[in-house]
């Protein structure tokens, strides 16, 4: 159970679009489609923003969209708010109910 | 609304045990997977643990396995862990979570610090 890749950081301005990638291996990521996605501000506990690869739960503005190619899921921030600025962690499924984290991303807003 | 509500947490020394309790209300808690995240100082989230609506079917992180045992009754609508032979590296912050119908922790506690130190 090593946890899946992530860059340390990102960032972008206002208004514009970053791209957070999540590299696992065929047995987690790239094996199942239960990939989701987490916000984190500071002192908080995380937040649901995407499920099942692309699906949004409500409330989740649809400026966050995710996406997965082989063993290697993304998540899409469009139009970059400043409330945005915080840490994302990507999640996958690795066989029967066992589940691993990325290594997170921090978003800045700049 | 939905409310998960973490207590046991504090300090304890390494080889010491504890046991985490998770007070669920607002939802049918026997008709969801549980499970519990942990967040080291400063680091990334971990999956802990996971257990089944009625507690017939559990799952452990390799780094809690033989350790840690996660439980829950529903009768009382709570979630438990049992920590055993706590180490230094087990200190952090321990969220409880449901997982929702989709294959994401939709719910979240907001979390219990556990020191392990001497």
């Known amino acids: 159970q090593s946890a899946l890749t992530q860059p340390p950081s990102a960032s972008g301005s206002p208004g514009q679009s970053v791209t957070i990638s999540c590299t696992g291996t065929s047995s987690d990521v790239g094996g199942y489609e239960y990939v989701s996605w987490y916000q984190q501000h500071p002192d908080k506990a995380p937040k649901l923003l995407i499920y099942e690869v692309n699906k949004r739960p409500s409330g989740v503005p649809d400026r966050f969209s995710g996406s997965k190619s082989g063993n290697t899921a993304s998540l899409t921030i469009s139009g970059l708010q400043a409330e945005d600025e915080a840490d994302y962690y990507c999640?996958?499924?690795?066989?029967?109910?066992?589940?691993?984290f990325g290594t997170g991303t921090t978003v800045s807003v700049l | 609304e939905v409310q998960l509500v973490e207590s046991g947490g504090g300090l304890v020394q390494p080889g010491g045990s504890l046991r985490l309790s998770c007070a669920a209300s607002?939802?049918?808690?026997?008709?969801?997977?549980m499970g519990w995240v942990r967040q080291a100082p400063g680091k990334g989230l971990e999956w802990v643990a996971n257990?089944?609506?009625?507690?017939?079917?559990?799952y452990h992180a390799d780094s809690v396995k033989g350790r840690f045992t996660i439980s829950r009754d529903n009768a009382k609508n709570s979630l438990h862990v049992q920590m055993n032979s706590l180490r230094v590296e087990d200190t952090g912050v321990y969220y409880c979570?449901?997982?929702?119908?989709?294959?994401?922790?939709?719910?979240w506690g907001q979390g219990t610090l556990v020191t392990v130190s001497s």
């Open positions: 979570a449901r997982w929702g119908l989709s294959a994401g922790l939709d719910k």
């Open positions: 257990i089944k609506q009625d507690g017939s079917e559990t």
């Open positions: 999640n996958s499924n690795a066989g029967s109910h066992y589940y691993v």
């Open positions: 607002g939802f049918s808690f026997s008709q969801y997977w």
